[in-house]
């Protein structure tokens, strides 16, 4: 529903609120799914003999008015009403409030939801997207119902207080079927201003299944439920409840083989078997990831254990070389104290060679210039004599430095 729409729909309900019903509709509502394509209704038109009944007669509709005055009067299940008919009908603008009072009053004649129902239910069958437009003129007419219909929910006290959340389906907080339901449960004749003989516990719980029903419908028609969606919601909100308790299988299959609505089950039954194909599929790629998973991991480990073989080996390795280390300082540190010891005493056999040597040299240089001294006063035999001493002092000098260091030369 786009927004020029919603804001129609939320005009009419606001200047149509605050009718009370005055009489009880009887008739027996079930709801059928959003999107049939052949109902069950039309499917019993054909005898157990094979011939088809007559359809029923078309009724004669030129206006909306028309239209919601047949909806509320017939006391047939479902509006029968062909798409020639519906698309000639006038959609005007400039009867929006004429048609919202219209409803609003015959609105009042239905404490059970049965006519929205039943309006919703038709549009629904139909089939058209009313979000496109590829057929305007029913696709105007369709949200026209849909708009009156919201109408005629947002006069009952089910809906009364929730008619912006009908409009607008993302307001919060969120509507749901299980409030909807909750909320008709606790309608009583005097909530709707019946006596309490005019509003009885199957009425009760007539108006629990149309509520649901209604706002199951209306979120599909705006396409905000998917077909799952609604048979989820329908389930939680009703047809959990419908089941029997401890049902034998029996009774089950026996309940089963004697529904007429055979199109719905297999609507129904389509969509599960769908989404248990789809969750089987889901479930086999998992056990396809499960398995690469476990590949994985199995890889994994063996890279793991091959990593700490490594690396237990590269630790033995490092606390080897952590020994070589610390046995090579050791031997460095006794080597240093040797070479400080060494250094000390050829500091101390340097210094006695030096001084030796010096005394040796300062003694033969003695010689040397007495031997020159006395060359110069004409006496040879004198000088030769102090270089021989001198001589002999020096080769013996020599020769002990030769011993000394291991011997030179």
Known sequence: MNEHNKQIAGELAEGTR???????ETSELVADDAEPTNTSAEKSRVSQSGKRTPRKRQPHVESVGDLLKYAYESKARLLELSKDSLMKIPISDDEIAAEGALIASLASTDPTLAKPFKLLQYVARQGVNLKRVEDIELAHALRRLVELSIVAMSNHPVFRGWTDHLLDPHMTPQLSSRLVRDEAGRIDADSLGLAPDQFKSADRERLVNNAVACYGL?????????????????YNAVWEHEVPEAASLERAVGAIAASRDLDVLGIVAANYSTRVTQLDRQIAQLEHELDAAKNREARLSEEVRSAMDRGQAATARAEALSADIVHLKKELAAEHDNRVVDKSHMADDYENLRTRIIRRLSGEVDLLTDGLHALRNDAPSVAEEFLDRSLLALTREIERLKDTSGGLG
């Open 18 to 24: 605050g009718a009370s019903p005055s009489t009880v």
């Open 218 to 234: 209306l979120r599909a028609l705006q396409r905000e439920w998917n077909l799952t969606q609604y048979i989820d919601e329908s």
